[in-house]
């Protein structure tokens, strides 16, 4: 199938690119196009590159999922696109977005991702490096008191935490840094609230980061 063959390529095309040691750190983007495929997708450049190669292949794992669902046919279309929402020497934040319609379906499926890697290791940084937060009821709490606050994909404040369905179900591991020194927690659609909201997130600010902590030392 010609789609596999593309897929390969670009495979050995970020494996090459991975491992250019550069002078400083880059973020570049590599892209698959075609009929119902539309994939940009991020590539790390560090100065190491043991830690630049497993930050990419960790995320190629993801595109070669989502190209692999619309080559195979389990979807008839598939999209996906990122952004960097934090980067300095030693780290890199990414938001990364993957929508797939399955046929006949009533709507896409749609996934954010929010990913962190120490660009010294290319290890992923767990959220508990940042803010330790004991579990889902924890947070929950904080919501209900109003030291934090839940956003739609609009940006727009909700309260979708009062209805019974949507409670906080589970502390995230889907995060990203922001560069006004937020972390935003990231929740899918039907995560936080229903699909119209679309990806929700929980924005921590410094003071949420200091409480969350203070709670849990």
Do not use: C
């Amino acid at each position: 199938m010609k789609y596999k063959s593309y897929l390969l390529a670009a495979i050995l095309g970020v494996g090459l690119m991975a491992g250019v040691s550069t002078a400083s750190a880059y973020t570049g983007q590599g892209t698959m196009k075609g009929n119902d495929l539309d994939i940009t997708y991020p590539i790390v450049f560090t100065q190491r590159p043991y830690a630049q190669r497993r930050i990419n292949d960790d995320l190629y794992r993801l595109v070669k999922d989502t190209f692999d669902s619309y080559a195979d046919k389990e979807f008839v279309s598939a999209y996906m696109d990122y952004e960097v929402t934090y980067e300095d020497d030693n780290v890199i934040s990414l938001l990364i977005h993957v929508s797939r319609y399955p046929d006949k379906a009533a709507h896409n499926w749609n996934e954010t991702y929010g990913l962190v890697y120490n660009k010294r290791t290319g290890n992923r940084i767990p959220l508990s490096h940042y803010v330790r937060i004991k579990d889902a009821a924890q947070l929950q709490k904080a919501l209900e008191e109003g030291k934090v606050q839940e956003l739609d994909e609009a940006g727009n404040p909700q309260t979708f935490y009062k209805d019974d369905m949507f409670g906080v179900p589970e502390l995230t591991d889907s995060y990203v840094l922001r560069k006004n020194g937020n972390i935003d927690l990231v929740y899918g659609p039907y995560g936080l609230g229903p699909y119209a909201a679309g990806t929700m997130t929980i924005p921590l600010n410094r003071e949420a980061v200091a409480y969350f902590n203070g709670l849990n030392k």
